[in-house]
């Protein structure tokens, strides 16, 4: 077990129960977004490209911090970089409450320092989830973890729909007719909603963070990174091809909880009001959860490269049935797509990582840059569902799956070498 401590075995099981823990906290913060998008643009009387700097505050991060996330990491070492991720995080929750007593600049800053914490805990515990078992079994595990995030991605829509969308939420028309004093008033009030929640949030985080700091974790060796290995990081192809596959997939996926609330809201799918679809994007996110669940066993069987490609094309048919069909078709054809999305990350992270060596902990820095892609995408999606309407927008993530598909095709033998026969 390469890069483990020997006669770690047990030890490496206790230590990927605790790091579900983590997976499924920054799942639930991360797709919190999606109930504060359709929340700020009604508060805030925003188009849906200043909408989306919500997303783009908060994957933007993972391109500004992930380097210097790595080289924290190679100091300090995993767990510390687990606990001070927490802490950042921590931080970034507490920001919300000053933010909603200002504008809407200040929630953007609060998410991006939220994001920051949570870029390092990627950076640490993506690679750590890799050392903890033979390479061969690293997608299944992987798998495993997302599951637990997609649990909290799950979990999040449905809980922050009724604590931040169950007030009675005005139309900027309704608004506009308001006197300039009480639509002050009111933009403070909603804004506030987001208060309680994160607080608490913030409060889990910090609790979480002094767990891990008393924890006892195996020591997991770093490996030397010399210069030549920096050097030669571009020359791995399926780790760049792997780093666009990341940065079209997040920003896919993204880009349809982002705006799913508004899509069920269009009165040619489901005509519903924000606190009626937030529920439904646990659906959403529930499919990935219960694929990679299904994913962590089948995985152990299937070539990934091969998975990869076929949910990949499963997405594709999806989009298009909710581009070009209406009501209840196109509402969950929409939904299913997060069952596609279930073993996409992991999977693409371990494929990208495979036989790096020295140059593992490089090559995790550069995919969670590439997570930058849920910055950049939605904010093109929200572009064109402001010029050719939302439910046409979603043509823009089916390009993004269609080089899923073909990263996935091109390297579906990739673990053929390590499978027993």
Request: hydrophobic share 55%; glycine share 12%.
């Amino acid at each position: 077990m390469a890069g483990v401590a020997p006669g770690a075995t047990k030890t490496n099981q206790g230590a990927l129960f605790i790091i579900i823990m983590l997976f499924f906290m920054w799942g639930l913060l991360t797709s919190l977004n999606d109930v504060l998008i359709p929340h700020l643009k009604a508060v805030y009387t925003l188009t849906y490209v200043q909408a989306m700097l919500v997303q783009f505050c908060f994957f933007g991060a993972y391109f500004l911090v992930s380097v210097p996330a790595g080289a924290l990491i190679r100091r300090i070492g995993y767990q510390r970089g687990v606990v001070t991720g927490l802490v950042v995080a921590a931080v970034g929750c507490a920001l919300f409450y000053p933010a909603s007593l200002g504008g809407y600049g200040l929630f953007l800053g609060a998410l991006f320092v939220l994001a920051s914490g949570i870029t390092i805990l990627q950076v640490a515990a993506n690679p750590y989830v890799t050392y903890l078992g033979p390479a061969s079994t690293a997608s299944s595990r992987l798998n495993l973890t997302q599951a637990f995030n997609a649990l909290g991605t799950t979990v999040a829509p449905a809980l922050g729909g009724m604590l931040i969308l169950s007030g009675a939420v005005l139309s900027a028309q309704e608004l506009l007719q308001l006197p300039a004093a009480q639509q002050a008033a009111y933009k403070a009030h909603e804004a506030a909603a987001v208060q309680g929640p994160y607080l608490a949030l913030g409060a889990v985080l910090l609790g979480l963070a002094l767990f891990f700091a008393l924890a006892r974790l195996p020591r997991i060796a770093q490996p030397a990174t010399d210069a030549a290995a920096k050097v030669s990081l571009l020359s791995h192809r399926h780790l760049v091809l792997g780093a666009i596959a990341i940065f079209l997939y997040v920003g896919g996926e993204v880009s349809i909880g982002s705006l799913l609330i508004n899509f069920l809201g269009e009165p040619n799918v489901a005509g519903m009001t924000a606190a009626e679809a937030a529920p439904y994007v646990s659906y959403y996110w529930g499919g990935a959860m219960v694929g990679r669940f299904i994913g962590f066993g089948v995985m152990r069987k299937v070539s990934p490269g091969a998975a990869l490609a076929a949910t990949a094309a499963g997405s594709v048919l999806l989009i298009l049935v909710a581009v070009f069909a209406s009501g209840t078709l196109a509402m969950w054809a929409l939904l299913l797509v997060g069952l596609c999305n279930s073993i996409m990350f992991p999977t693409i992270f371990s494929m990208a990582l495979h036989k790096l060596g020295a140059a593992t902990g490089q090559g995790s820095g550069l995919l969670c840059m590439a997570i930058v892609g849920g910055a950049i995408v939605p904010f093109a999606q929200g572009l064109l569902a402001d010029t050719v309407g939302v439910q046409w927008s979603f043509l823009l993530p089916i390009l993004c799956y269609l080089y899923v598909l073909f990263y996935g095709l091109k390297y579906a033998t990739l673990y053929a070498q390590q499978r027993p026969a």
